[in-house]
């Protein structure tokens, strides 16, 4: 019985945090962590991407020169859109780090919503699944329970090791997204270059992966929880204490393909 009674206390506890993670903005995560990431950016990173950005468009207006037949046939007006798109580039730098915190606004928004639809109890409790445990253990013969204590026992020890899977899952993420967004004005500023935006791109989707990222936990959290409330009540304890290891092993693989999906699905690299 003490073997069985808290079981899965450790992974319900990440479980239900894991939710609570994934909802949060890089602001609420962790203010500290947040302030830091944004004074590197702003003092150190963007001075950075406008030395990028002064080259990408020096460059591109050499090439605007002298692409017209070696300064024959020149259009006044191709100086007039390189002039804009200087400007929007620097625009776009100088506000890097508020367009990165919308993209994640708006997940945290859809997560927000999506957690009131599809989130529910998604704990797993021994005593309220098989209700006359006790009983049924003090039915059996000693070789049956020390069969079944030494199942809970190993049982146990995965789910503390699945516990620091989810944790490194959730915590991961939001480290990852830090990193991320502190080198945002440098691939930023390649935007507005026809050669070199690709980089630009990529790096939004990349963060629109982050984003959609929580989004799919949520779902993952969702279909475990339905899966939780529908475990069969069954005489055969050993197999619901492997039916549930099993629903929590499921639950870790899919948290790990989160990120590979939602790269894949918006066609990030």
């Known amino acids: 019985m003490n073997n069985l009674t808290g079981l899965f206390d450790t992974v319900n506890e990440k479980v239900g945090d894991i939710s609570h993670q994934v909802g949060q903005t890089p602001a609420a995560w962790n203010s500290s962590v947040y302030n830091m990431i944004h004074t590197l950016s702003e003092n150190v990173i963007v001075p950075i991407a406008g030395l990028i950005l002064a080259f990408i468009m020096t460059l591109e207006f050499i090439q605007i020169i002298i692409e017209r037949n070696n300064l024959h046939d020149f259009e006044i007006s191709n100086i007039y859109k390189w002039m804009f798109k200087t400007a929007c580039a620097t625009l776009i730098v100088t506000n890097t780090w508020n367009i ?21 109890d998604a704990t797993l409790n021994f005593e309220s699944l098989i209700p006359d445990l006790e009983a049924r253990l003090e039915a059996m013969e000693l070789g049956e329970l020390f069969g079944i204590w030494m199942q809970s026992f190993l049982v146990g020890i995965c789910m503390h090791v699945l516990t620091i899977c989810i944790f490194l899952i959730s915590f991961g993420r939001m480290i990852e997204i830090y990193i991320v967004t502190s080198v945002a004005p440098i691939p930023m500023a390649t935007m507005m270059n026809r050669e070199s935006s690709h980089m630009g791109q990529n790096y939004l989707k990349s963060l629109g992966a982050l984003g959609l990222q929580a989004f799919l936990i949520i779902i993952c959290v969702a279909i475990y929880a339905a899966l939780v409330q529908n475990i069969a009540v069954t005489s055969d304890i050993s197999y619901a204490i492997w039916t549930c290891m099993g629903y929590t092993v499921l639950l870790c693989f899919s948290l790990f393909k989160t990120g590979s999906l939602a790269k894949s699905l918006l066609g990030a690299h």
Do not use: K, L, P
Request: aromatic fraction near 4%; proline fraction near 0%; charged fraction near 10%.
């Open 100 to 120: 990165v915190m919308a993209v994640f606004d708006i997940s945290q928004s859809i997560v927000s919503d999506a957690s009131g639809i599809m989130v529910s």
